[in-house]
């Protein structure tokens, strides 16, 4: 299982990083900022439930070889939900009310709390390959 489980984390580390340093990068390069704005709303939830999904399988298939790494995922989806069902829509929120104060402190939670999630992945991926 804990190749499975290796195998998991790694795409969730994988995908987060992607997502985070290029794919919302690029949409604000190539397209103007009212689009991109609108194209990252969308992409948002998707974007969450693939962290939830893939942590979970993962915890699922780390738990019995490595219990540490089992939590650490656990804990990133758990974290991701909350992200996905409170904090996003509190910075959509913000972002129709024009409250840029607001949304600043809002979307710097969130990628903080995505940063923190990428290095725990990392640091699970580590972990597991070494097991």
Do not use: C, W
Request: no cysteine.
């Amino acid at each position: 299982m804990t190749t499975y489980a290796l195998l998991m984390t790694s795409l969730l580390f994988g995908g987060m990083t992607l997502y985070s340093f290029t794919f919302a990068a690029f949409l604000f390069t190539a397209l103007p900022t009212e689009t991109a704005s609108s194209v990252i709303r969308k992409a948002f939830p998707h974007f969450y439930t693939f962290v939830v999904v893939s942590a979970s399988l993962a915890a699922l298939t780390a738990v019995s070889g490595d219990p540490l790494s089992g939590i650490i995922l656990v804990f990133i989806s758990i974290t991701t939900i909350f992200a996905r069902q409170i904090l996003m829509p509190m910075i959509n929120s913000a972002t129709d009310a024009r409250e840029k104060q607001r949304f600043n402190i809002l979307h710097g939670a969130s990628v903080i709390l995505t940063l923190f999630h990428i290095g725990l992945a990392a640091y699970v991926v580590v972990r597991l390959a070494s097991v």
